[in-house]
């Protein structure tokens, strides 16, 4: 049985999953397109949602490489640069 730190963090992440979907799904079709942040490079709602998508992914594989002892993110790690070419390849992956 997990802990009750662990349940409460499943809880977290299931509602704030739940409420995601919930607002994902509300948006019209022009919705998604709306721009959250100005350039460059603009980031409208899909972008956003790519991004949380694609981090998670990442996110996930830092966490699974810390609990195996490694040391999660690699050194020189860039941030910046990382956000930067996961919405290109969004966009590309968009365009196909």
Known sequence: MASERV?????????????TR???????????NRILYDGPPGWNVRDLLAHVVSAERRLLQ?????AAGGPGA?????????TAEEQSVGRRDALK
């Open 7 to 19: 349940e409460s963090l499943i809880g977290k992440l299931e509602k704030g999953g739940l409420k």
């Open 22 to 32: 919930e607002m994902n799904g509300s948006l019209a079709a022009d919705e998604w």
């Open 62 to 66: 830092i966490a699974q490489d810390v």
């Open 74 to 82: 690699p050194i020189g790690f860039d941030l910046e640069a990382f």
